[in-house]
């Protein structure tokens, strides 16, 4: 019951900080939509018992990613604030709404085999085993930290000054 | 009522629809980044979904999660540094300006 009234309230707050993301008009204002946003999918991870996916939702997304993106609106301050038309707002209306109804046909419709066993928790042991382990996810993680190095020398080279 | 399946599939298809339509919409770059982000958290919820309903012992969903998720920390490094070099030499953001290799 309680799990029942908490999903509810995180997906309402979910839904709101998302169109407050797209709808508002101040930039800073949809960033911290934007964090309220991230911290109720937190928040839903954990009422899916992953534990540990949640916390690194908040470390990574909250505490790292939003942080970059504020630095990058206060470094890319707007001299006007009005905003003109945009001529792909009916299509792009009309595509999102088409895809969210084919969705939600396709979800409903399918029988889905639902376990019967509940998750494991805690689940930061299993997930250790599953990625680090001979026959897990070892050969992810090493590109994964490949990857990383890249994007980091990157985004130096690209924002560095001359 | 107790939550299914189907309600995280559902909560996961409207906000990547919200996150479509900010991300076709807005002239913002910056606005446009938080937009795919908004996308990539929908994809999370829906694999975590999907593993904590149908496989709950096996967590796989879970471990794509964790990589979605480096992904898209690299992703977002790097696009706020284009970002920020476009906004060095134009001095606007405005995703319909930024047009000089358009022919």
Redesign the interface.
């Known amino acids: 019951m309680g ?2 009234i908490a ?1 509810w309230i995180i ?1 309402v707050v ?2 709101i900080s ?2 407050g ?2 709808f508002l008009r101040n ?1 800073f204002r ?2 911290l939509s ?1 964090i309220l ?2 911290i109720t ?1 937190a928040g ?2 954990i ?4 534990d ?2 949640a916390a ?2 908040i470390l ?2 909250v505490g ?2 939003s942080v ?2 504020i ?3 206060m ?2 301050r ?2 006007q604030q009005g ?2 038309a ?1 001529k ?2 009916v299509p ?2 009309l ?3 088409i ?2 109804g084919i ?2 046909y396709t ?2 419709k399918t029988s ?4 019967s ?4 928790t805690p ?1 930061t042991a ?2 250790a085993l ?2 680090f382990s001979e026959s897990g ?1 070892i050969l ?1 993680v090493e590109m ?1 930290a490949v ?2 190095l ?3 020398l ?3 080279v ?2 560095r000054e001359k | 009522m107790a939550i299914g399946l189907e309600h995280y599939l559902i909560l996961s298809a409207i906000l990547f629809c919200i996150g479509l339509y900010g991300a076709l919409t807005k002239h913002n770059a910056v606005i446009i980044l938080m937009c795919i982000e908004l996308m990539l958290n929908a994809v999370n919820i829906t694999m975590v979904a999907f593993s904590s309903y149908i496989v709950p012992l096996l967590l796989t969903g879970q471990v794509f999660a964790i990589f979605v998720m480096v992904v898209a920390a690299a992703e977002v490094a790097v696009g706020l540094a284009i970002i920020l070099a476009i906004y060095r030499g134009l001095t606007d953001i405005d995703a319909s300006n930024i047009n000089l290799m358009k022919w």
């Open positions: 799990l029942v999903f997906a979910a839904v998302a169109l993301v797209v930039v949809a960033a934007l946003c991230f999918v839903l991870y009422t899916l018992s992953a540990f996916l690194v939702q990574v997304y790292a990613i970059l993106i630095l990058a609106i470094m890319t707007e001299v905003s003109p945009n792909m707002k792009a209306f595509v999102a709404v895809l969210l969705m939600i979800v409903t889905w085999q639902v376990a066993e509940s998750p494991l689940t299993p997930l599953k990625l996810f992810p994964a990857l990383l890249a994007a980091i990157g985004a130096i690209i924002a």
